[in-house]
């Protein structure tokens, strides 16, 4: 089994920062990748940014150059650090990993609202 815990969450004023942190219940390290998507209503799951065992990072063409996924192997945990956010960026963002024969973990999301 792996667990997901998504936290950081809320609404914030466009232009402004927000970080979200997603604790695994195993060793980063064991996963292939780790990584965010979002969803936003009425709108299919898409991908965010995803980092790799190996710390390779991919990022979608929206969110380069403002948001940044990091991870600290100690804590397992991975961070998404989101800059000069736009109302666009208003989702459901879903913490997400690879383990276990290519099976496909999700945590229970935590809610971005960028909103003036």
């Known amino acids: 089994q792996l667990q997901l815990v998504e936290s950081g969450g809320g609404l914030v004023q466009p232009g402004g920062s927000l970080r979200l942190s997603c604790a695994a219940s195993?060793?980063?390290?064991?996963?292939?990748?780790i990584g965010w998507y979002r969803q936003a209503p009425g709108k299919e799951r898409d991908l965010v940014a995803t980092?790799?065992?190996?710390?390779?990072?991919d990022y979608a063409d929206s969110v380069k150059d403002r948001f940044t996924i990091s991870r600290d192997t100690a804590q397992n945990t991975v961070y998404l650090q989101m800059n000069s956010l736009k109302p666009e960026d208003t989702a459901k963002y879903y913490c997400?990993?690879?383990w276990g024969n290519g099976r496909h973990w999700w945590g229970q999301g935590t809610q971005v609202t960028v909103s003036s």
């Open positions: 997400t990993a690879e």
């Open positions: 980092i790799t065992y190996g710390g390779r990072t």
């Open positions: 195993r060793s980063i390290f064991t996963l292939t990748y």
